[in-house]
């Protein structure tokens, strides 16, 4: 069964609508087209959530395409946006791509008939993202249940962030708890990066103090990324107490 799609179009030029609509028509079986003419229409439309994607021009009469592009974005942010127009410049394609627009798609002969492509990759980049979220949360799960931790630190050797199992292992109420006490020091983790190859795995068995004084050791997996231009350390943490225990004895 082919699943209908649902699009919020938005646009003051009722022959700019009829126009999108004849070209979505000739690639989209299923098409319900919702028509948005003044703000009214739009917060109903907003508040109402049922559509896939929208389409919208950037001058209107009531408001501009950014700002009907924040709008969606502020309710329903992974819901593809493309601008439709011919009044936009290149400042304001630049603005709307840095504020979540997926593409931006020219009012002029040869140009026009690129919206329905536009639309199937948004959708098809919309999907991907949520597989990959989906596939993260489930991976962060299986890691939590398996009491590996999780943790990403900057090069000050400050935690910004773990899953839970991290925590439990470090002996740590809050993230905050383990920066103050400084429950890991990834210092020499820092220093011996250096020596490796770009993301290159470090694994190294270290033993830490939890703040109840008990002593463990710790499986320590670590990889030196970029993330916004800044490097991160990257790694993985697993308790193994018992283990080292076991190779005493022996």
């Known amino acids: 069964m082919v699943q209908t799609l649902n699009i919020l179009l938005i646009d003051d030029n009722r022959s700019d609508r009829m126009l999108v609509m004849r070209?979505?028509?000739r690639e989209f079986a299923q098409l319900q087209v919702t028509e948005v003419i003044d703000a009214d229409a739009f917060e109903q439309a907003l508040m109402g959530g049922c559509f896939d994607t929208v389409i919208t021009d950037y001058q209107l009469r009531w408001s501009t395409g950014i700002e009907v592009l924040r709008a969606v974005k502020a309710h329903y942010p992974q819901c593809?946006?493309?601008?439709?127009?011919n009044t936009g410049t290149e400042e304001v394609a630049v603005e709307a791509l840095q504020s979540g627009l997926d593409d931006y798609v020219l009012k002029a002969s040869g140009r026009y008939v690129?919206?329905?492509?536009?639309?199937?990759l948004a959708l098809q980049r919309q999907?991907?993202?949520?597989?990959?979220?989906?596939?993260e949360i489930r991976l962060q799960g299986l890691l939590t249940r398996l009491k590996v931790g999780v943790f990403r630190a900057g090069l000050d050797n400050e935690l910004i962030e773990s899953n839970p199992a991290f925590l439990e292992?470090?002996?740590?109420e809050s993230l905050e708890q383990a920066n103050m006490l400084a429950l890991l020091d990834l210092r020499e983790c820092y220093r011996l990066h250096k020596s490796l190859p770009p993301s290159q795995p470090l694994e190294q068995e270290v033993q830490i103090c939890r703040p109840d004084g008990v002593q463990v050791w710790v499986l320590l997996t670590t990889a030196l990324n970029t993330?916004?231009?800044q490097p991160v350390v990257d790694g993985l943490l697993k308790n193994i107490t018992e283990r080292k225990q076991a190779e005493i004895l022996l």
């Open 23 to 25: 070209e979505l028509r």
């Open 80 to 85: 593809p946006v493309i601008m439709f127009t």
């Open 114 to 120: 690129r919206l329905p492509a536009s639309i199937r």
């Open 127 to 135: 999907q991907q993202e949520q597989q990959a979220a989906l596939l």
């Open 169 to 172: 292992i470090l002996g740590a």
């Open 227 to 229: 993330v916004a231009g």
